[in-house]
């Protein structure tokens, strides 16, 4: 079985348990050696369920894991409620174990299904922009081939060491205080043109860029296209979490070509009241989290 089919038939599953839990309660709690009456919060538990079983039979086969993962929150919670019950000599101890059995099996197929779905979803994001500096192709070019000038510019990059000619060694700045790192290896280099890149394996963000350095027709300017592409840590979950939360990609790269071409025509980026040595105000942990997605 597909896991799209398997999450649909666990979206019915939801669905069917939901209306037991929302119509019959009292009947449900009897069921699994609940004694006190608690409908209140069995109808709330029907809801959720209600909510995740919709979720998953609407959605499109691309976005399913959402919903998965909503479902693995919720049997979290109910084996959490059910464990309470053992503490309560009114209840059916020999019937909560066995509900309590069946939860454990369904969240497991939850978590499976949830896991593979994030696996199958994810897919690489490519971010692109241009800007034009009034610099020669050359100059830029022999100004950006040395990646230890990139955190200059580049404000979620804390360190980049060249290792050799072609490899270097990246840091960002992760959410919390934490770090990210990554080794890069250049695939392509033109000199005063084309730089192309990309991690190597086992970085902690899979990426990969390429910049280009193209004379404008005017004589006095070159246009500097970038992309760059990613794969978001920790798959679609995590990138929608850093879309909800975060700064766009495409913005955060906007933001870096326009300090670089500051810094290129001016000799510095300028700050506002109050920032420090050229570096922009302190970064939410969901904006630096954001920004590591989308460093190359």
């Avoid at 059995?101 to 690489?124: R, Y």
Wanted: aromatic content about 8%.
């Amino acid at each position: 079985m597909k896991q799209q089919d398997l999450a649909r038939a666990l979206g019915w599953f939801s669905i069917g348990l939901g209306v037991a839990e929302l119509l019959a309660p009292r009947k449900f709690e009897k069921a699994i050696g609940v004694r006190k009456n608690h409908n209140g919060l069995t109808r709330s538990y029907g809801l959720r369920e209600l909510t995740a079983g919709i979720g998953l039979l609407a959605a499109d086969e691309k976005k399913l894991s959402p919903w998965m993962w909503s479902r693995v929150a919720g049997d979290v919670l109910d084996l959490a409620s059910l464990g309470s019950g053992f503490s309560s000599e009114r209840n059916h101890k020999g019937k909560l174990a066995l509900a309590s059995a069946a939860v454990l099996g369904v969240t497991v197929a939850d978590i499976l299904c949830s896991v593979q779905l994030t696996k199958e979803e994810t897919e690489p994001t490519s971010v692109r922009r241009a800007v034009s500096i009034r610099k020669s192709p050359q100059e830029l070019y022999q100004f950006w081939r040395n990646f230890e000038n990139l955190p200059r510019f580049m404000y979620h990059l804390e360190a980049v060491t060249v290792t050799d000619g072609t490899r270097s060694h990246w840091v960002a700045k992760g959410p919390a205080k934490t770090k990210v790192e990554w080794d890069a290896e250049i695939i392509d280099d033109e000199p005063n043109h084309l730089i192309a890149w990309q991690s190597l394996p086992g970085s902690d963000v899979e990426n990969w860029g390429t910049i280009r350095f193209d004379p404008a027709q005017n004589g006095k300017e070159t246009i500097v296209h970038v992309e760059l592409g990613y794969i978001p840590p920790g798959g679609a979950l995590g990138a929608i979490v850093a879309k909800l939360f975060g700064e766009a990609p495409e913005q955060q790269i906007k933001d870096d070509l326009r300090h670089f071409k500051q810094l290129m025509e001016t000799g510095e980026i300028p700050t506002t009241e109050g920032q420090s040595a050229g570096r922009a105000k302190s970064a939410t942990k969901y904006e630096s989290y954001v920004r590591d997605l989308v460093s190359a």
